[in-house]
């Protein structure tokens, strides 16, 4: 969407000033802008493909690099904000930052660095499905021992790794230029290769990626019955004497509640619930599709409960190459209330990145490049690696730290953070 005021051109256009655009925050009345263009969302969000979460998170605020960030086809888009407009900021706010993040993007988008290299996806989709069939191999051929077990699960969790990397290619519409097919992918490939729901991953994910370390706003970091995080949250629950566990001891029963449990029992739980609260049938199917093929390949060689335990014990193993990927990213970073700054500053101090190699790309689906994931959501991952310098030089211009790590150093500072953030928590709880 440009400058345009989606009015006539004799029409009066309706000017606002940010006073009174910040007022409108509640779920009964939402406002926010898009490139100085004031829209009211209040109906509009809870028909919103992402969700109404994600587009409520920014009432009252400025949007306009969220929107551009998350959209691909933003003519298309724009039809959707023509009834919903109501007029003009009357006093744009100048930022440098934005505007020289907003020229990086034009020149990312000149030099092609959005453009797909289709054999990327398809090498990659076709070592899932090799790792899926040495798997069943391995079992049908040598018998159910336990070499052939660990061995073929070790393919499953490969498998099921390297898919979760792959869905969210989909996931972000980085992978075709069109959105259904990006959407038929994402359903296949994380419903009938993955046995989750789509749209549970959507409007969870992307509320954490235009809100990244944000209570309240990023489900990844918003989970106060087992985890405090950052400095703020543990400091305020410690004063109000809050929380039933012993947060300072969190970065140790980290290891028995945190990577071992998340993907076998929360995100199955947690799944389940999306999918029968908001009746996603059609996610439903392709899960369905998931268990019934799951069955065909190893129930032969296992039987119903045999296959269960061997899917029970893949997400096990799973969920700690999961978690230990999707979180040093994040954690060791500033958590706090909404900052509201600009897209470069919020993003790259919720996020840092870890050093590139061949094996790190692999094990990580390029989310050690989470720092221009997150400024390029719908990039293609391969070309990361390209934009790099570019997003180094514009920090470097404004002072903007850009933190890059070992993949040892980052592990290692989940666990750090989340001791700091338990003693702060103790320190609280019974000093103050």
Not at 46 to 66: L, M, V, W, Y
Request: hydrophobic share 40%; proline share 4%; aromatic share 18%.
């Amino acid at each position: 969407m440009g400058q345009e005021s989606h009015l006539n051109a004799d029409s009066v256009v309706q000017e606002y000033d940010w006073d009174e655009i910040r007022k409108h925050t509640t779920k009964e009345d939402k406002w926010l802008v898009i490139n100085d263009n004031v829209y009211n969302i209040t109906t509009w969000s809870k028909r919103h493909p992402g969700g109404a979460k994600i587009i409520s998170h920014f009432a009252g605020q400025d949007a306009t690099e969220a929107w551009t960030a998350m959209h691909n086809n933003k003519e298309y888009v724009s039809k959707f904000l023509k009834p919903i407009h109501l007029g003009r900021v009357k006093d744009t706010i100048q930022d440098e930052v934005k505007e020289d993040f907003s020229k990086l993007r034009q020149t990312v988008e000149d030099l092609g660095y959005f453009k797909v290299n289709p054999l990327f996806y398809i090498a990659h989709l076709a070592h899932i499905i090799i790792c899926d069939m040495l798997a069943c191999f391995t079992l049908s051929y040598f018998g159910v021992g336990w070499p052939s077990y660990l061995l073929a699960a070790v393919f499953l969790t490969t498998a099921q790794a390297q898919a979760g990397w792959s869905q969210h290619d989909y996931g972000h519409l980085s992978v075709f230029n069109s959105g259904k097919l990006n959407h038929l992918m994402h359903y296949f490939v994380i419903g009938h290769l993955k046995g989750t729901s789509s749209h549970w991953w959507n409007f969870r994910h992307f509320q954490h990626h235009v809100k990244p370390n944000v209570y309240l706003k990023d489900p990844d970091i918003t989970i106060p019955k087992l985890f405090l995080l950052g400095d703020n949250m543990p400091q305020w629950w410690g004063s109000k004497r809050k929380g039933i566990m012993p947060y300072n001891w969190q970065h140790r029963y980290f290891f028995i509640f945190g990577p071992p449990l998340l993907l076998p029992t929360y995100f199955h739980a947690e799944n389940l619930y999306f999918v029968f609260k908001r009746r996603d049938w059609v996610g439903l199917m392709w899960m369905f599709s998931f268990f019934v093929r799951f069955y065909y390949m190893f129930g032969p060689s296992l039987g119903l409960w045999g296959a269960f335990k061997l899917y029970m014990f893949v997400r096990f193993i799973e969920s700690h190459w999961f978690v230990w990927v999707t979180q040093m990213n994040h954690i060791p970073m500033d958590i706090g209330k909404d900052p509201g700054s600009n897209w470069l500053t919020h993003q790259l101090a919720a996020t840092c990145n870890v050093e590139s190699s061949m094996f790190n790309d692999w094990f990580t689906g390029h989310l050690n490049f989470q720092i221009e994931h997150h400024l390029f959501p719908t990039m293609p991952r391969h070309n990361y690696h390209k934009v790099t310098p570019l997003v180094k030089s514009l920090c470097k211009k404004h002072n903007v730290e850009y933190q890059c790590k070992t993949l040892q150093s980052a592990w290692w500072d989940i666990v750090k953070s989340l001791k700091k953030s338990g003693e702060i928590w103790y320190d609280a709880y019974y000093n103050q």
